[in-house]
């Protein structure tokens, strides 16, 4: 996906469509905001390209990661409650919150190098 903030929204409707057609529509609203947070990272501190990528793994596990061209690894995410009146910097936390596990990786895709920022969610 390029580099623009537009990003998110399309990738947000891109999963409920596919989640819904996958009969996973219970996930939906975690899953979106989960992709939104990793989305808007990739978006928001680099300048090239970004990829979200959605896997299912039976027996019930959601994969959701944002490839982005910044191999240095994300912040740790601080504690929620300290960010209750922060006007940014909460993604990571909601994403730790939010998801069953969470992680990044440094990665190279087509000769460029980045990092892979991932979360998984279990199905109910």
């Known amino acids: ?5 537009r990003a998110v929204t399309v990738c947000r409707r891109a999963l409920r469509l596919i989640l819904t057609l996958h009969g996973l529509i219970t996930l939906a609203d975690t899953a979106e905001l989960l992709a ?10 680099t300048k090239g390209p970004a990829a979200l990528r959605v ?23 601080r504690p929620l409650d300290r960010l209750a ?9 909601l994403v730790r919150a939010c998801a069953d596990a969470w992680g990044w990786q440094p990665q190279s895709r ?3 190098r980045g990092k892979y920022v991932w979360c998984e969610l279990a199905a109910a």
């Open 36 to 45: 939104a947070e990793l989305v808007s990272n990739a978006v928001l501190h």
């Open 85 to 93: 009146d922060a006007e940014n910097g909460r993604g990571m936390a």
């Open 55 to 77: 896997r299912w793994s039976p027996p019930g596990t959601l994969w959701l990661g944002a490839w982005d061209a910044d191999p240095e690894p994300p912040e740790p995410p």
């Open 1 to 5: 996906m390029p580099n623009d903030p």
């Open 110 to 112: 087509n000769g460029s």
